[in-house]
């Protein structure tokens, strides 16, 4: 008995070996099927790409929306257009500036002419600071004239470059004196022989001192016509030339005048106080400095910011709208 047990063993044994066998390859089968399923993935590669392709296509559908827009902002302003925003920051900056004036203290043209010659350089402040003793000394084109240059250069010295401009004023009055007769001419032909005058201070004595129009091209006024887009010339005369084109002659003085305060007190090279400038909707600058309102106003400078400005003699005009007059040269508040 023990022997046909053990020889039905090992068959039945094989049986089930097989048995199993075949039950495993649909087992087997559908492993194969499984692991061959990965390879089988083109769509959805096909789906990415395609994913990809439409974000794309999103992508630059914006881009090609926006197109029109920005050719807009880049489109030309058309000279009438200028013109007329031009004016109107003009009447803009005469309202802020009612009593806008020459910031250098003068009584007469020849002061006048000596103090823009020293302003180059320096601020109208220290020129105002530094003038009433050298016209207390020197109070006419004869007296400068015949100054002793170490004399002038000590009184001249607070204005920096002092060697330069004691020779440009000695030089002047020299002028003045042999080819004038000792008085300062009216005309811009006459002003720029006299050494150390050019067309900008020609015609801030033009303007102030005989009533002549004249568009005084400094630093300022040539910052702010180009921030605002009123030029892109940068030679002095060019812009000069290119903004009296866009205003009638006697609006000259005037202008440079609104130009130059708003340059000062507002409209500054590095922080321009956008957010409380009254031309804010006109220029196409604006966002270049502080447009929070509260932190622009501890930018502005001189009487808009509760300072004061930069004459020591100011006219009624500027004192009647509530502004200070500076201090003299070393006084506890001078410098």
């Given at each position: 008995?023990?022997?046909?047990a053990?020889a ?44 990809k ?15 029109p ?7 030309p ?94 030089g ?47 630093t ?93 003699n ?5 004192l ?16």
């Amino acid at each position: 008995m023990k022997k046909v047990a053990a020889a039905k063993t090992p068959a039945a044994t094989a049986k089930k070996a097989a048995v199993k066998k075949a039950a495993a390859k649909p087992v087997a089968a559908k492993k194969a099927v499984a692991k061959k399923a990965p390879v089988r993935k083109a769509a959805p590669e096909k789906t990415a790409a395609a994913a990809k392709a439409a974000a794309a296509a999103k992508k630059a559908a914006p881009a090609k929306a926006a197109a029109p827009a920005k050719a807009a902002a880049r489109k030309p302003e058309s000279q009438t257009a200028l013109v007329r925003r031009a004016r109107r920051i003009n009447r803009e900056l005469g309202e802020v500036y009612p009593y806008a004036h020459p910031e250098l203290d003068f009584v007469n043209s020849f002061q006048l002419l000596v103090a823009t010659v020293l302003s180059a350089q320096t601020t109208d402040l220290r020129v105002n600071q530094t003038t009433p003793t050298l016209f207390a000394k020197y109070p006419t084109p004869e007296d400068l004239a015949a100054a002793n240059p170490e004399e002038v250069e000590e009184i001249l010295r607070p204005c920096g470059f002092f060697r330069a401009k004691t020779k440009s004023v000695i030089g002047l009055s020299k002028g003045l004196v042999e080819q004038f007769g000792g008085e300062v001419p009216g005309r811009l032909e006459d002003l720029v022989k006299l050494p150390g005058v050019g067309r900008k201070t020609a015609f801030v004595v033009l303007g102030n001192a005989f009533g002549r129009p004249g568009i005084t091209v400094d630093t300022h006024f040539q910052r702010l016509v180009r921030r605002w887009q009123w030029t892109g010339e940068t030679d002095p005369d060019k812009i000069e030339a290119a903004v009296g084109a866009l205003f009638p002659k006697s609006d000259w003085t005037d202008l440079s005048h609104h130009v130059i305060w708003h340059g000062r007190r507002m409209c500054h090279a590095r922080k321009p106080a956008c957010g409380v400038c009254p031309i804010a909707p006109l220029c196409p600058a604006y966002g270049e400095g502080e447009t929070d309102p509260e932190k622009a106003k501890k930018l502005l400078k001189y009487e808009k910011g509760g300072f004061p400005g930069q004459r020591l003699n100011p006219p009624q005009a500027y004192l009647d709208a509530g502004g200070k007059p500076a201090p003299p040269l070393g006084t506890a508040s001078g410098t």
